[in-house]
């Protein structure tokens, strides 16, 4: 009951409020007072003001100006500090398209004849042993070699975690596979050459033993082959091993593995595709995929680094680096173990003069012909300013061997051009001057076919050469060989059977100063890579007792003998040193300026840390 009585209160209180009426006009009149005080008040603070802040603004102006100086200072001392503390460096990712010089007809490295077949295989497969970048040896697939006392025997000890892309092993058994494979006449490898005289054998899982006929002081040189998986190919016939589908489609144990082996387009050049290889036991590239791009010219070459085809590019001759957009693209220029000669054919009639070879060695400067083939490349920075043009040359070649090879201060010397000298030596040898040509007694012109191959900078060579030499009356027919020519068979129609009394041409020395191959009698044979058929007791001795010493001083003794005697001898007269340029986009990390090259296909040394992609990181406290 009580709460009802309150409730009725409450209804009763409700319905007497519903019930007053307010008053309009009083409401009216107290918002006009508050609206006439907020205007005297804006009035007094605000515009009345206003002339006081015209008067300091620049005051204001200044402190706003001063304000924002320190702002930009902090900012750009922020950013400072964090270009101190961070930098750039290689990504993982991306696609690397290199070019080469092909064609590419395998890709299974016994036969790799071309230098993209030979760059395709560097990638695709290991070895026992690689070159470093600072042109040395270092082991890849080997953990250590071991010789015997009598230098005969080499035991060899490989990682036991390599493995084939397809996920096996790599045993020892594969590198005996490999050896006996190169030594079967039936596979028909231009390698059997080499080991046809070694014996090897697997004695475990991961050991290997190589017996020598002879002490070899270079044989670990001998380990950088390629190996095979046995297998794959353990059951093909060594006859059927070049035409086996391997040779398509391989399998190997490098940083890269096989994809796709592709016919682009309508430029009639090929590609081979590689992906990265997550087994890889040195570690896995940066680079997710490689192609190898193979072309037949070298302006095809030019015209793939153009449209974009290619970031990157080897084989150019310095001539065709004049059309490289050096914006976009960094040009490395690195000399490289070989060398161009004038390869003198001494079994024929007039060179078998050691007079005239000598006059030609005097009447040959080769100074001019490196000069002569002296390339400028515009500066990336400077482009329009030919003054800041960087110079490419060649280095000096007078020995058979490369600069670095020989050592100590009596490194023989090679003769000063001498043109007058020259001709006197030719007269003395019974070739005198006739009308401007040289003749002898009986009316015979002292005639020279001089050989080569389609090469840039071997034409350019040769043009050079046959003016020098023609200033003396000798008489010079060239014969220039176009090597992607089918028809011409250039190993079996002129270097086989020393179809030329001259041969320009390169040689391939290599790490090693054992040029045995190039100068030993025993080469001098269809076969053999004594192209100019040089024969010498002296010589011959020097050389086979050089490659037999293990000791360093001793054998840089007999190699001085031997260059001594082959300066006199002049089967050869060196042009320059061969130099391998590499081309490859400024957005890249490749080879490094610094590098020392023995062949242009080892600049693979470092290619688990090439790149295409960059990010910025933090630095390493």
């Known amino acids: 009951m009580a709460n009802d009585k309150r409730g009725w209160q409450q209804l009763q209180k409700l319905k007497q409020l519903q019930n007053i009426n307010f008053d309009r006009k009083k409401l009216s009149k107290r918002v006009k007072k508050?609206?006439?005080?907020?205007?005297?008040?804006?009035?007094?603070?605000?515009?009345?003001?206003?002339?006081?802040?015209?008067?300091?603004?620049?005051?204001?102006?200044?402190?706003?100006?001063?304000?924002?100086?320190?702002?930009?200072?902090?900012?750009?001392?922020?950013?400072?500090?964090?270009?101190?503390?961070?930098?750039?460096?290689?990504?993982?990712?991306?696609?690397?398209?290199?070019?080469?010089?092909?064609?590419?007809?395998?890709?299974?490295?016994?036969?790799?004849?071309?230098?993209?077949?030979?760059?395709?295989?560097?990638?695709?497969?290991?070895?026992?042993?690689?070159?470093?970048?600072?042109?040395?040896?270092?082991?890849?697939?080997?953990?250590?070699?071991?010789?015997?006392?009598?230098?005969?025997?080499?035991?060899?000890?490989?990682?036991?975690?390599?493995?084939?892309?397809?996920?096996?092993?790599?045993?020892?058994?594969?590198?005996?596979?490999?050896?006996n494979l190169i030594k079967n006449p039936s596979t028909r490898s231009p390698l059997r050459s080499n080991w046809q005289d070694v014996m090897v054998k697997a004695l475990d899982d991961t050991t290997l033993q190589f017996q020598l006929p002879a002490s070899y002081a270079a044989f670990s040189h001998a380990l950088t082959f390629a190996i095979l998986p046995e297998h794959i190919l353990g059951k093909v016939e060594p006859s059927a091993i070049r035409e086996n589908v391997f040779s398509r489609a391989p399998v190997g144990s490098g940083p890269f593995s096989f994809r796709l082996l592709q016919n682009v387009g309508t430029t009639a050049h090929r590609a081979v595709h590689m992906s990265a290889f997550e087994g890889y036991y040195k570690g896995m590239p940066l680079i997710n995929r490689f192609e190898v791009h193979a072309f037949n010219e070298q302006g095809d070459i030019v015209k793939a680094i153009k449209t974009g085809q290619v970031n990157a590019a080897a084989d150019l001759s310095s001539s065709h680096l004049t059309q490289v957009d050096t914006k976009n693209y960094t040009v490395v220029s690195r000399p490289v173990n070989a060398g161009v000669y004038a390869l003198l054919n001494v079994d024929k009639p007039i060179l078998k003069d050691k007079v005239v070879r000598q006059a030609l060695q005097l009447a040959t400067d080769p100074q001019v012909i490196r000069k002569g083939l002296e390339v400028k490349i515009p500066s990336a920075e400077h482009p329009k300013d030919r003054s800041r043009d960087r110079l490419l040359t060649k280095p000096a070649l007078d020995l058979p061997f490369v600069k670095g090879q020989l050592s100590g201060a009596d490194i023989p010397v090679r003769p000063q051009y001498n043109i007058v000298r020259a001709g006197e030596l030719l007269d003395s040898a019974g070739w005198k001057m006739s009308g401007g040509l040289r003749k002898n007694d009986a009316g015979q012109l002292l005639s020279l076919n001089v050989?080569?191959?389609?090469?840039?900078?071997?034409?350019?060579?040769?043009?050079?050469?046959?003016?020098?030499?023609?200033?003396?009356?000798?008489?010079?027919?060239?014969?220039?060989?176009?090597?992607?020519?089918?028809?011409?068979?250039?190993?079996?129609?002129?270097?086989?059977?020393?179809?030329?009394?001259?041969?320009?041409?390169?040689?391939?020395?290599?790490?090693?100063?054992?040029?045995?191959?190039?100068?030993?009698?025993?080469?001098?044979?269809?076969?053999?890579?004594?192209?100019?058929?040089?024969k010498n007791d002296t010589a011959d001795a020097a050389l086979a007792s050089a490659r037999t010493r293990v000791e360093t001083d001793l054998r840089n003794v007999k190699y001085k003998a031997f260059a001594k005697q082959w300066l006199d001898d002049v089967p050869a007269i060196g042009l320059y040193q061969s130099v391998a340029e590499y081309v490859a986009s400024r957005k890249a990390q490749t080879v490094n300026a610094d590098t020392q090259l023995v062949s242009s296909n080892d600049r693979y040394a470092s290619i688990l840390y090439w790149s295409v992609n960059q990010e910025s990181v933090y630095k390493t406290p």
Not at 457 to 471: D, N
């Open 34 to 179: 508050a609206e006439g005080a907020t205007m005297r008040h804006a009035h007094k603070f605000i515009v009345g003001r206003l002339d006081n802040m015209r008067d300091v603004r620049r005051h204001i102006l200044g402190w706003l100006t001063l304000v924002g100086v320190m702002i930009a200072i902090v900012a750009l001392q922020l950013m400072w500090f964090q270009q101190s503390y961070r930098t750039t460096t290689a990504a993982t990712g991306g696609t690397y398209a290199e070019a080469s010089l092909g064609p590419i007809d395998t890709l299974n490295p016994l036969y790799a004849a071309t230098n993209a077949e030979v760059a395709a295989g560097h990638l695709l497969f290991s070895s026992l042993y690689t070159y470093d970048e600072s042109g040395h040896l270092r082991s890849d697939l080997a953990k250590s070699v071991q010789m015997d006392t009598t230098g005969t025997i080499y035991t060899v000890k490989i990682r036991p975690d390599a493995v084939w892309h397809d996920g096996r092993r790599v045993h020892a058994n594969d590198v005996a596979f490999t050896v």
């Open 451 to 534: 050989a080569t191959t389609k090469n840039s900078g071997y034409e350019k060579s040769l043009e050079i050469l046959v003016g020098q030499w023609r200033q003396l009356g000798i008489t010079i027919n060239t014969n220039v060989v176009d090597t992607n020519d089918p028809s011409s068979n250039f190993v079996q129609n002129v270097l086989q059977p020393r179809s030329y009394d001259v041969l320009l041409y390169e040689l391939a020395i290599g790490a090693d100063p054992d040029v045995y191959a190039y100068w030993h009698s025993s080469q001098a044979n269809q076969n053999g890579y004594n192209f100019s058929n040089y």
